[in-house]
């Protein structure tokens, strides 16, 4: 039987090291935790949410599914906002989605994946509402990237209108969400010009980020590499 022995050691090894530096971080950590973000972010396992923000045990409440997706029936999301919001009472809520994520490019393609497929179609939901701007779809690797960005700035827009969020806005409650991207290529995060921290400006902000994407537009079609690209 395989036990991963390696992983284990390497646990151990963390754990020491950590202890040694500060002896009380595990005891201190056990009787409660405060973090004042929640991260919601991809399941891809080159996006870990703590060491991109270089935030130790206890810091960051997250997250991860197949592309970031916050679906307005989807319970496990619903409730992991919930504790966050209402009990952990973080400040701060980021969807971070990534370039070149697996998840967005598949959930255009015509080919059957299985099951998955069902839950790509949110994303593909994301595209029809914007295909005038992204256009016949053909793949290239802008069009996949735009696609992210739509994809982020519209679960950020989902995570407003939860009635989680919602609720704890009426009640003045500190809270601002936010809508980042991370590029796999640089290590680099990026804002998507969407921030939001009271009911009155979702439909705004959000249209402002949407056009901010938008105005990249021109790199759909041009073929114009910089540092928001992936390759
Ligand atoms: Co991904």
Known sequence: MKKLKSLFESNAAWASKIAEANPQFFPTLAAQQA?????????DSR?????????????LFVHRNVSNLVVHSD???????QYA????????IMVVGH???GGVAASMEEERHGL??????????VYYSHRKFLGHWEAKPHQID????????????????????????SRGQELNVHGWIYGLGDGLLRDLGFTVGNKDDIRSTFNEAVELIEA????????RCDLECTH
């Open 99 to 101: 370039y070149g994520c």
């Open 35 to 43: 973090p004042q973000y929640l991260w919601i972010g991809c399941a």
């Open 85 to 92: 919001v209402e009990v952990l009472k973080v400040k701060d």
């Open 216 to 223: 990249k537009g021109e790199r759909i079609e041009g073929h």
């Open 146 to 169: 735009r696609l992210c960005e739509l994809n982020v700035v519209t679960q950020a827009l989902n995570v407003c209108n939860t009635t989680t969020v919602i609720d704890a806005w």
């Open 116 to 125: 998955i497929d069902n839950w790509l179609s949110h994303i593909r939901d």
């Open 47 to 59: 996006v870990p949410a703590n060491e991109i923000v270089d935030l130790m045990p206890g810091e």
């Open 75 to 81: 319970m496990n999301c619903l409730s992991v906002i």
